[in-house]
T-cell receptor, first 113, second 115 residues
Framework: GNSVTQMEGPVTLSEEAFLTINCTYT??????LFWYVQYPGEGLQLLLK?????DKGSNKGFEATYRKETTSFHLEKGSVQVSDSAVYFC????????????FGAGTQVVVTP | DAGVTQSPTHLIKTRGQQVTLRCSPK?????VSWYQQALGQGPQFIFQ???????QRGNFPDRFSGHQFPNYSSELNVNALLLGDSALYLC??????????????FGSGTRLTVV
């Protein structure tokens, strides 16, 4: 079946540091890949997406590239801010499965001033 | 433009009771999905509704049921509550099945505590 594996947190960084959160997946066919972010006490917000191999999703300084050969979709940001402190979820859907989202366990990121 | 609206925001119930959670999708969306997020974990898919029918279901018992109304809003019902049902319940909406490629809009969730 489909699955998503993320690096465990918490990841603690200083402001302006470089952030990488690893995500690998197992899926048949050609899934779409997503990163969602959850700020404390809130629901999930779509951060970025990629729908085919070698696509790069980007938003708010975050980037992730769909790597089919390594089945990965790692999230990166060059210079984090305190406001980036949140839980980040990697997820996938298969277009032949009515769009059910399969999430990873989430990675908590804490950015200190 | 209102996003996904869920009610109530918090709820405390006793074991064995029944609960109904409500969701109004984002304006223009017609597909609603429900997820359960236990503390410290990723959301788990419960089911998805489109055209007032359950289109897909996750690995949840029959105690979990739902409904979609003609205005696309939806309810999640849980019967015979267990302590393990304590979680954040998230509603997500999309237009048709575009969520599979474009992503979904999530509500802020209903925090259910079973005591």
């Amino acid at each position: 079946g489909n699955s998503v594996t993320q690096m465990e947190g918490p990841v603690t960084l200083s402001e302006e540091a470089f952030l990488t959160i690893n995500c690998t997946y197992t899926a048949t066919g050609y899934p779409s890949l997503f990163w969602y972010v959850q700020y404390p006490g809130e629901g999930l917000q779509l951060l970025l997406k990629a729908t085919k191999a070698d696509d790069k999703g980007s938003n708010k300084g975050f980037e992730a590239t769909y790597r089919k050969e390594t089945t990965s979709f790692h999230l990166e940001k060059g210079s984090v801010q305190v406001s980036d402190s949140a839980v980040y979820f990697c997820a996938l859907t298969r277009t032949d499965s009515w769009g059910k989202l399969q999430f990873g366990a989430g990675t908590q990121v804490v950015v200190t001033p | 433009d209102a996003g996904v609206t869920q009610s109530p925001t918090h709820l405390i119930k006793t074991r064995g009771q029944q609960v109904t959670l409500r969701c109004s999708p984002k304006s223009g969306h017609d597909t609603v999905s429900w997820y359960q997020q236990a503390l410290g974990q990723g959301p788990q898919f419960i089911f998805q509704y489109y055209e007032e029918e359950e289109r897909q279901r996750g690995n949840f018992p029959d105690r979990f049921s739902g409904h979609q109304f003609p205005n696309y809003s939806s309810e999640l019902n849980v019967n015979a509550l267990l302590l393990g049902d304590s979680a954040l319940y998230l509603c997500a909406s999309s237009l048709g099945f575009q969520g599979a490629k474009n992503g979904y809009t999530f509500g802020s969730g209903t925090r259910l505590t079973v005591v």
